[in-house]
């Protein structure tokens, strides 16, 4: 079995409880809970890189300080699939060590079954957003 965070862990076995039918219910939830940007980024976008695997428009910011990261997402209401995704990395590994975040399993995003019931392009844009959170880690932490 994969390790993953506690709150990583959380999800997956959320996303395994439901039937099929209620998978994107519950990620709306979780595009629901997407926090807003702090003000500090909210004023400043270029601060942020885009996440070009996504057709919606995402950014993100990490900041590492103390040897844990904090991360920041944002994307459009109107695209709740990618903000869900956006909402559950940020839930999963928020607050993480350096250590932890760099050898976060891809597996993660496999695990939550999801690949039936969205497109391969919203699974392609959440890859990328779990690989920018880990290069923008690896690279801050430096």
Not at 62 to 90: C, M, W, Y
């Amino acid at each position: 079995m994969v390790e993953y965070t506690e709150a990583a862990a959380e999800i997956v076995e959320a996303f395994n409880e439901v039937p099929a039918s209620s998978k994107l219910e519950l990620l709306l939830e979780y595009a629901n809970a997407l926090p807003a940007l702090p003000e500090r980024y909210a004023d400043h976008p270029e601060l942020l890189e885009r996440v070009e695997e996504c057709q919606s428009p995402v950014y993100l910011f990490v900041e590492v300080k103390n040897g844990k990261a904090n991360i920041f997402l944002t994307a459009p209401a109107e695209a709740p699939t990618t903000r869900g995704f956006a909402s559950i990395l940020q839930i999963a590994l928020d607050g993480q060590s350096i250590g932890t975040i760099t050898s976060f399993s891809d597996q993660f995003i496999q695990d939550l079954k999801l690949s039936e019931l969205v497109s391969p392009l919203r699974i392609r844009g959440m890859h990328g957003m779990l690989s920018r959170i880990k290069r923008q880690v690896q690279e801050k932490s430096l």
